[in-house]
């Protein structure tokens, strides 16, 4: 199972940019998909989860700036963030949960990171 994340880059504060996070293999069920972000010397922090039937969460300094979706059918998901400040600086991560073909345990992966870069 991989996962690929994509769609990081230099932004201007206020502006807008969409990751996208593909995974592929040997999926039976993909539980949970979501993002996370670290930036040098801090603790990787969640940002977005999104469960299999859509529930979503959100860190609050996100909230209300940043939306995650899916789609079940290709094993996919994505991460609109609007209104990007200086702060949402740092590597993005993609994680998944999921439930390998013929295996009888969730298990986590990562994809590689991508950086955001808000700066004027």
């Known amino acids: 199972v991989q996962l690929q994340a994509s769609g990081g880059g230099l932004v201007q504060p206020g502006g807008s940019l969409r990751l996208s996070c593909a995974a592929s293999?040997?999926?039976?069920?993909?539980?949970?998909m979501g993002w996370y972000r670290q930036v040098p010397g801090k603790q990787r922090e969640l940002v977005a989860q999104i469960s299999s039937d859509g529930v979503t969460s959100y860190a609050g300094s996100v909230k209300g700036r940043f939306t995650i979706s899916r789609d079940n059918a290709k094993n996919t998901g994505h991460l609109q963030m609007n209104s990007l400040k200086t702060e949402d600086t740092a590597v993005y991560y993609c994680?998944?949960?999921?439930?390998?073909?013929?295996?009888?345990?969730?298990?986590?992966?990562w994809g590689q990171g991508t950086q955001v870069t808000v700066s004027s």
């Open positions: 293999g040997s999926i039976f069920r993909l539980n949970i």
């Open positions: 994680n998944a949960v999921l439930t390998r073909v013929g295996a009888l345990k969730m298990t986590t992966y």
